[in-house]
C-alpha cells in the first residue's frame, strides 16, 4: 500500500520555526484536501490540521498548514518542548476509496 | 465528553478471529462516517476500513480485504470490526475514528480518536 512521503525525522531548538513535508501524487494530494495528526508518545493520534489549512478549535496558531500541487507542509512556529511527537501526513485517495498516510516524522526539540 | 472506547483486543493464534469494539459516547455514532486506522509496533498509521452513515458501501484496504468486516449496532452506538483469517501482520494497535461532519466530502478528517485496543497474531 502506497504512503505520502515525509521526512522520517525533523528537529529544532525551543522558539524556532520548523516545517515537515509532505510529498504525494495528483490520485491523492493533487486533488484532494491534506490532513495533518500529531501523535505524542503513547498516545492515540490528534487531529492538527484539516482542510490542507485549516486549525480544529484548540490547537495554537503556531501551527500552520499549506499545499501545492502534489505537495503539502505543516509549519510550527516557536517550538516547544512539548511538540516533541510524530506528525502524520494524510489525504483521501480515489481508487482506494480511503485516505493514505504519510510514514510519520518524528520531531525531536533539542 | 465526547470519546471513543475500543475493545476486544488480545492475543490470538494466526488463522483465528477477533471482534473490536468501539463504544462511542458523547454523540450518535449513526450519524457519522467512520473509520478504522492499524499501527504496528513502530511504524507508522495506516487505514483499514470505513464505513458511511448507513453502511451501504463500506470499504477496505486491500491488505484486510475479504477478511475484515466493518459494522455497527445502533441501539448500542456502538463499531466493530470483525477480523478473520487473521495473520501476523495483522499485528498493531487499532484504532476507531470519527469523520469531521464538515469534511465528510473533503477529505474526512479524523476528530476523534479512540485510545486504542492492541491485537497481538502470534502461535
Known amino acids: 500500500q502506497s504512503v505520502l512521503t515525509q521526512p522520517p525525522s525533523a528537529s529544532g531548538t525551543p522558539g524556532q520555526w520548523v516545517t515537515i513535508s509532505c510529498s504525494g501524487a495528483?490520485?491523492?494530494?493533487?486533488?484532494?484536501?491534506v490532513n495533518w495528526y500529531q501523535q505524542l508518545p503513547g498516545t492515540a493520534p490528534k487531529l492538527l490540521i484539516y482542510?490542507?489549512?485549516q486549525r480544529p478549535s484548540g490547537v495554537p496558531d503556531r501551527f500552520s498548514g499549506s499545499k501545492s500541487g502534489t505537495s503539502a507542509s505543516l509549519a510550527i512556529r516557536g517550538l516547544q518542548s512539548e511538540d516533541e511527537a510524530d506528525y502524520y501526513c494524510?489525504?483521501?485517495?480515489?481508487?482506494?476509496?480511503?485516505?493514505?498516510f504519510g510514514g510519520g516524522t518524528k520531531l525531536t526539540v533539542l | 465528553e465526547v470519546q471513543l472506547v475500543e475493545s476486544g483486543g488480545g492475543l490470538v493464534q494466526p488463522g483465528g478471529s477477533l471482534r473490536l469494539s468501539c463504544a462511542a459516547s458523547g454523540f450518535t455514532l449513526s450519524t457519522y462516517w467512520m473509520h478504522w486506522v492499524r499501527q504496528a509496533p513502530g511504524k507508522g498509521l495506516v487505514w483499514v476500513a470505513r464505513t458511511n452513515t448507513d453502511d451501504s458501501s463500506p470499504s477496505y484496504a486491500d491488505s484486510v480485504k475479504g477478511r475484515f468486516t466493518i459494522s455497527r449496532d445502533n441501539a448500542k452506538n456502538t463499531l466493530y470490526l470483525q477480523m478473520n483469517s487473521l495473520r501476523a501482520e495483522d499485528t498493531a494497535v487499532y484504532y476507531c475514528?470519527?469523520?469531521?461532519?464538515?469534511?465528510?466530502?473533503?477529505?474526512?478528517?479524523?476528530?476523534?480518536w479512540g485510545q486504542g485496543t492492541m491485537v497481538t497474531v502470534s502461535s
Open positions: 494524510a489525504a483521501w485517495h480515489g481508487s482506494l476509496n480511503g485516505p493514505i
Open positions: 495528483s490520485s491523492n494530494v493533487g486533488s484532494n484536501n
Open positions: 482542510n490542507s489549512n
Open positions: 475514528a470519527r469523520v469531521m461532519e464538515t469534511t465528510v466530502y473533503s477529505g474526512q478528517s479524523f476528530d476523534i
